[in-house]
């Protein structure tokens, strides 16, 4: 049964078979070849993996995203970024990185931000002067920044995928995390900017400007605190604020008299055809995620790794590397579903906090987004911009020793994602 599994899988993925697809079909085969488990429970699986109340917040949050858009809050955003930091060195390049932590205070998605706001900065990059596969390049690595920020619709499903995390403890893991990741991309365009001579804008913002900009951003950047001031405040639970962030957004719009009705539908449109697909990876993602367990290959790989070593830093490596290397190959909502509940007790009995954990699992499979050969990101970044994949990848390595600098630092100093949960009494 392990080998009809395993090997289905991968063919699946050889032939190139929608992710979500290959782990149902996968599974579904396995049972039907083993003959002793009904296949009912297949069925039975695929329902109880969609079937929580957490997990109602991803719609939410989707919708959102989608909302805010819609309200033209993303040029709102881009003005004001424009104004603080596009007078550097390499200036649109910095706006590209900080207009993606303000939206991932919204987003909570990596390919939202690829499709809208980095898309819409890679243009303005290119028509500056900027080399087109480094303008794509860096978008593609700010859209990374998404799911790590809260709300995060990662940290969502890893919170329901183990045992010890809250949703609000691990949204305050990847607040630090999210703005390293910013600092380490910053630190790489001034690099990259200075080598090539990529300029900012030629003169300061007025403090005028800068309050205009700032004033017309701010209904967006209060969005994160509404979020997360609600929920450490226990004036909702997670899911609650998702509901209540669409609110605010529809609320937003009709004051700012920024909806269409066509507007509005495809607003809705697209956010339900989002949330479909991801329910679909998760509710096939579930049943290949119990055969593993139930096959008991995660003990296995955990009587592997342990025999290697007991050293609680050298494990959390072995598991980050491990994860590493899925990430290449899996698309990142599935490997998340998939290898929770495979590396998650062995991290938990080395003694490796939950949060921590979590945030260096997120955080390695938001970087395979915009890794070869499935990056996800990536193939949005080169579609938007009619550009090459391959010299896009080779664009983007720099970019990419930046981010996995800030997964080490995850990895070796725990309080970088404990810190802020502890502080606020989400300690696991």
């Known amino acids: 049964m392990a080998k009809t599994l395993i090997l289905l899988f991968f063919g699946c993925l050889i032939l190139s078979v929608p992710v979500a697809f290959t782990m149902g079909l996968a599974g579904l085969v396995a049972i039907y070849v083993d003959g002793s488990l009904n296949p009912l429970i297949a069925a039975q699986r695929m329902f109880a993996g969609i079937d929580s109340f957490p997990l109602m917040a991803v719609p939410f949050f989707i919708l959102t995203s989608e909302l805010m858009t819609a309200c033209g809050l993303t040029t709102a ?3 004001f970024a424009n104004a603080l930091v596009g007078h550097l060195r390499g200036g649109l390049g910095h706006v590209n990185i900080l207009v993606s932590i303000m939206f991932a205070g919204i987003s909570g998605s990596a390919l939202a931000d690829a499709a809208g706001p980095s898309a819409i900065v890679m243009r303005m990059m290119r028509e500056a002067g900027y080399e087109k596969n480094y303008a794509g390049a860096l978008s593609a690595a700010t859209a990374t920044i998404g799911p790590i920020i809260p709300p995060s619709i990662l940290a969502v499903i890893f919170a329901i995928s183990t045992k010890g995390v809250t ?3 691990l949204f305050l893991a990847g ?7 910013g600092a380490s991309l910053a630190v790489a365009n001034h690099i990259v900017s200075t080598r090539n001579g990529y300029r900012g804008r030629d003169t300061r913002a007025s403090f005028s400007e800068l309050r205009s900009a700032g004033f017309a951003a701010l209904p967006a950047l209060v969005m994160p605190g509404i979020i997360l001031g609600g929920i450490l405040f226990g004036i909702f639970t997670p899911t609650e604020a998702g509901a209540v962030a669409s609110a605010y957004a529809l609320f937003l719009g009709a004051v700012l008299r920024a909806f269409t009705l066509r507007g509005l539908y495809d607003a809705f449109a ?4 989002v949330t479909s697909s991801v329910f679909l990876i998760i509710a ?11 096959l008991q290959i995660p003990q296995a790989l955990a009587q592997t790794i342990t025999q290697m070593s007991d050293n609680k830093l050298v494990i959390l490596f072995i598991l980050a590397g491990f994860a590493l ?11 998340l579903i998939v290898l929770t509940p495979i590396l998650g007790p062995i991290a938990y009995s080395a003694g490796i906090d939950p949060l921590q954990f979590g945030m260096m699992l997120v955080l390695n ?8 050969p499935i990056g996800p990101v990536l193939f949005v970044i080169a579609t938007v911009g009619q550009l090459r994949i391959e010299a896009l990848s080779r664009a983007i390595i720099p970019l990419l020793l930046a981010e996995l600098i800030v997964l080490l630092l995850v990895i070796t100093i725990p309080g970088i994602s404990t810190f802020v949960p502890n502080f606020f009494g989400f300690a696991n």
């Open 167 to 169: 949703v609000a403890g």
């Open 325 to 335: 290397v899925c990430g290449l190959f899996i698309d990142t909502l599935p490997a």
């Open 77 to 79: 955003l881009l003005r």
């Open 175 to 181: 607040i630090v995390p999210g703005l390293l990741l």
């Open 365 to 372: 499979l938001t970087i395979g987004m915009v890794t070869p």
């Open 270 to 273: 697209r956010a339900a055809i």
């Open 284 to 294: 096939m993602a579930s049943i290949f995620a119990w055969l593993l367990t139930y």
